[in-house]
């Protein structure tokens, strides 16, 4: 289930979304989209 959370968050950054849009879009914290976005 991890995967596919890491999958969206790079999905919606390649698509414009900043980080806190994304975190609110997929309702996670916004350090774990800044630990999805810095393993690349």
Do not use: S
Request: glycine share 4%; hydrophobic share 40%; charged share 35%.
């Amino acid at each position: 289930m991890e995967e596919g959370r890491e999958e969206a968050v790079k999905r919606l950054q390649k698509h414009g979304m900043d980080p806190v849009e994304i975190a609110e879009a997929l309702e996670l914290p916004l350090n774990t989209v800044f630990k999805y976005l810095n393993t690349e």
